[in-house]
């Protein structure tokens, strides 16, 4: 079982940056591709940025490529979203996730409770 438990979220003006951190209880965190999602009132779920767990590469939703970067640090088994100039838009619960040794998955096994980013304008 994998636990996983997001913080940094808070209240930012436009223009302005957060820093989200995922911090996963499991032995073998550097087997696991990690992502973030984000959920806005009203909205589906939505894939944020993802960071894969062989060789690691990252990918993003077209929405927020160049303003946000997701990072790991396996030896704190701890998963980054670097979020700069936010947006209103940008305004959600977000999520990270996890999956054993899938590149880019397309389904997710494990879930953190999220943690909420609002952006004012």
């Known amino acids: 079982q994998v636990q996983l438990v997001e913080s940094g979220g808070g209240l930012v003006q436009a223009g302005g940056s957060l820093r989200l951190s995922c911090a996963a209880s499991v032995r073998t965190f550097s087997s696991y591709t990690m992502g973030w999602f984000r959920q806005a009132p009203g909205k589906e779920r939505e894939f944020v940025a993802g960071i894969s767990w062989s060789a690691p590469s990252t990918y993003y939703a077209d929405s927020v490529k160049g303003r946000f970067t997701v990072s790991r640090d396996n030896g704190k088994n701890t998963v980054y979203l670097q979020m700069n100039s936010l947006k209103p838009e940008d305004t959600a619960v977000y999520y990270c996730?996890?999956?054993?040794?899938?590149?880019?998955?397309?389904?997710?096994?494990?879930w953190g409770q999220g943690t909420q980013v609002t952006v004012s304008s």
């Open positions: 996730a996890a999956r054993y040794r899938v590149l880019r998955p397309d389904t997710y096994d494990y």
